[in-house]
């Protein structure tokens, strides 16, 4: 047994059961995680403007939902303020859900296999909702009715 300083007597460290060593790594560091976890606050305070001000402005200012139509969207979306409103909200909701949803299944997909199936499904509908969107958005024709 070893002494301290007060002179006690220490108990003894067994010794570990394997040697600790560092794993080597094979790739390069990158910082993708934390630009990932600075994108979630930085979407989710613009997305909180930007949803809080589609409602109050949908909802109040512009008289309510009943006046919602075909026509109320065409006026709306000849304006292309609107129009990048929308698709900034389109595209941000999108990707803030997709980085969440991707950090879910990092965290309970136990078989990489599994987990990277999975991802590819996640990216692939996410680029469909962003795309169709994008396509609605910039191709909207008020003359079609």
């Known amino acids: 047994m070893a002494t301290t300083i007060d002179g006690a007597a220490a108990p003894a460290i067994e010794a570990p059961r394997s040697p600790q060593r560092r794993p080597v790594r094979t790739k390069a560091r990158t910082n993708f995680e934390l630009y990932a976890w600075l994108f979630m606050r930085v979407s989710g305070i613009l997305l909180v403007f930007l949803v809080l001000g589609h409602l109050f402005i949908m909802n109040i200012l512009d008289g309510g939902v009943q006046r919602i139509g075909f026509g109320f969207v065409a006026g709306r979306w ?8 929308d ?6 909701a999108e990707l803030h859900g997709t980085n969440g ?3 879910v299944i990092n965290d309970y997909a136990e078989r990489p296999q599994t987990r990277f199936w999975l991802k590819m499904l996640l990216y692939v509908s996410a680029f469909l909702v962003i ?4 396509l ?5 024709d008020p003359n079609i009715s």
């Not at 698709?87 to 941000?92: A, H």
């Not at 795309?131 to 994008?134: A, D, E, H, R, V």
């Open 78 to 85: 000849a304006s292309p303020f609107w129009r990048t409103w």
């Open 131 to 134: 795309s169709l969107g994008s």
């Open 87 to 92: 698709l900034l909200m389109l595209v941000l």
């Open 101 to 103: 949803l991707r950090t």
């Open 136 to 140: 609605v958005i910039f191709t909207f």
